[in-house]
């Protein structure tokens, strides 16, 4: 019993050293994860909120820099990124 108790307590403590996700589930969030984390890791990107048109800003520098992805796919990052990490 207490080995089953102490087991648990080891397992959930195994469960909180790995690193949480910071990217909050959303539309948007595949095409982040396609398009934007080979230079970067995800947490350079959010480190920072900014308004919807900086974050236009943001995204077009990217692809200046090499970021490759259709305009669909580059709106729906920057819906994402407004909607989770927008700044009024
Ligand atoms: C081809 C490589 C590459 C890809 C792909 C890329 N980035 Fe970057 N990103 C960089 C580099 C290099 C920097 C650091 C240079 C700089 O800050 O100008 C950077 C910096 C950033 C920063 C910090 C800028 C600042 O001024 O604080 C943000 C935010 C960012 N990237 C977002 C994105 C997003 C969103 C995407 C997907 C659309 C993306 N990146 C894809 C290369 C890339």
């Not at 077009?60 to 407004?82: F, H, P, R």
Request: contains cysteine; glycine residues 10%.
């Amino acid at each position: 019993m207490i080995f089953v108790l102490l087991l648990g307590l080891w397992a959930q403590g195994d469960a909180q050293k790995k690193a949480p996700d910071p990217l909050p589930d959303g539309l948007g969030k595949k095409e982040l994860l396609k398009i934007c984390v080979d230079c970067h890791g995800p947490e350079q990107i959010i480190a920072k909120k900014r308004t919807k048109s900086e974050w236009d800003d943001v995204v077009s520098n990217m692809v200046q820099m090499g970021a490759a992805g259709k305009d669909e796919e580059l709106d729906a990052i920057v819906a994402y990124l407004t909607k989770n990490f927008g700044k009024d």
